[in-house]
């Protein structure tokens, strides 16, 4: 938003929130529509790489609804880089690196005991179809 001038700042804005937070595929490529049409005189630089990065959000939607806030937060890789950090901040100096891997190591499988019982919500509510298999 700061290559937008400030008088048109809250319609870009608005325009991109058609983007992604659209509910399906087809509004958001509807969305990317107008935003070209919309802006693509007036920012072609922005608009240009909304239309190139728009595989990635495109990909998002194909999942279910249900799921995919814990595929577009990065809460639980932040949280596991913060508990690494900490846990290797207590230790001044490290031996050499077999330590440290010994540490990521260890930190690691800890989290995946605290976290591997964890049922996340909207994961009961779908159906697993053949394209989510592990066959």
């Known amino acids: 938003m700061n290559k937008a001038r400030k008088k048109d700042r809250e319609a870009l804005a608005a325009d991109l929130k058609e983007i992604y937070r659209a509910e399906r595929e087809e509004e958001a490529k509807e969305g990317l529509r107008k935003l070209r049409e919309r802006w693509g005189g007036i920012y072609p630089k922005i608009v240009a790489r909304w239309e190139t990065k728009a595989y990635a959000l495109l990909a998002f939607l194909r999942h279910p609804k249900p799921i995919r806030r814990y ?10 880089s913060k508990e690494v950090k900490r846990r290797a901040k207590v230790v001044e100096v490290f031996c050499g690196e077999g330590a440290v891997e010994k540490l990521l190591y260890l930190v690691l499988s800890h989290l995946d005991e ?13 159906e697993m179809d053949t394209s989510f298999s592990r066959e």
């Open 71 to 80: 595929l577009y937060t990065t809460n639980q890789l932040e949280r596991l």
């Open 114 to 126: 605290a976290w591997g019982g964890r049922r996340l919500r909207g994961f009961a509510e779908i």
